[in-house]
């Protein structure tokens, strides 16, 4: 009996989502896509010297993909997505905050200025193939207050967001532009992966089970 999170045995036309941001669950479910199954592996996400935010996200969007393709050996050949999203400001990439401090600086850099988001998304195809995109989105802040600083801070929406921030939350009032894609700066450009699946050769219209996978 096949393992609850590898996908039912003999379908061919699963859909694996290699990760565990349930933003991204929900982003898919927003266009009628629900993934058979979520599967999401551990990779080392530091950035490589001199590495630029564009090839930082496709690099681990990539590894992400691989990583959880090798825990499906053996298993029944399914469609496999895997995404990342980098915040960069110039050449610098920006973490996913996980301390006050880490989003403090983020938040230093970020204010009253512009900067960029990419998100890079990696499918694996059910006969091997790699197809990959990279969307590129522009944002820009208005200058931040202290008050509006700490404020964000105590709310703890930052943790484990990207450039210290999430857009589809408090974010929103610090934006004063954005040119590009809104779903990719939350995690997934929506327009792209669904091209991407359709051209792979999967249905995408019209999948509307009843509930998504749970991510444990």
């Given amino acids: 009996m096949a393992h609850p999170l590898l996908g039912p045995?003999?379908?061919?036309?699963?859909?694996?989502?290699?990760?565990?941001?349930?933003?991204?669950?929900?982003?898919?479910?927003?266009?009628?896509?629900?993934?058979?199954?979520?599967?999401?592996?551990?990779?080392?996400?530091?950035?490589?010297?001199?590495e630029k935010p564009r090839a930082h996200a496709i690099r681990l969007a990539h590894d992400k993909a691989e990583a959880t393709h090798r825990l499906r050996q053996g298993h029944s050949p399914a469609y496999l997505l895997a995404a990342d999203t980098v915040v960069g400001v110039g050449a610098r990439i920006l973490p996913k905050a996980e301390t006050e401090t880490q989003a403090r600086a983020c938040l230093a850099l970020l204010t009253g200025r512009g900067h960029r988001v990419f998100t890079a998304i990696c499918l694996i195809t059910p006969d091997g193939a790699h197809k990959s995109r990279c969307v590129e989105t522009r944002v820009a802040f208005k200058p931040l207050s202290q008050a509006e600083t700490e404020a964000y801070i105590a709310s703890g929406e930052w943790r484990g967001k990207a450039g210290g921030y999430a857009i589809q939350g408090l974010a929103a009032a610090f934006v004063t532009k954005l040119v590009g894609s809104f779903s990719s700066v939350v995690g997934l450009p929506l327009a792209e992966t669904a091209n991407l699946l359709a051209g792979a050769g999967y249905q995408v219209v019209q999948r509307w089970p009843a509930a998504p996978p749970s991510i444990s």
Avoid: F, K, N, T
């Fill in 9 to 50: 045995s003999g379908d061919h036309a699963s859909l694996i989502l290699a990760s565990a941001s349930p933003r991204r669950l929900s982003l898919l479910a927003q266009i009628g896509i629900v993934p058979d199954a979520v599967l999401a592996s551990e990779i080392d996400e530091s950035p490589l010297p001199r």
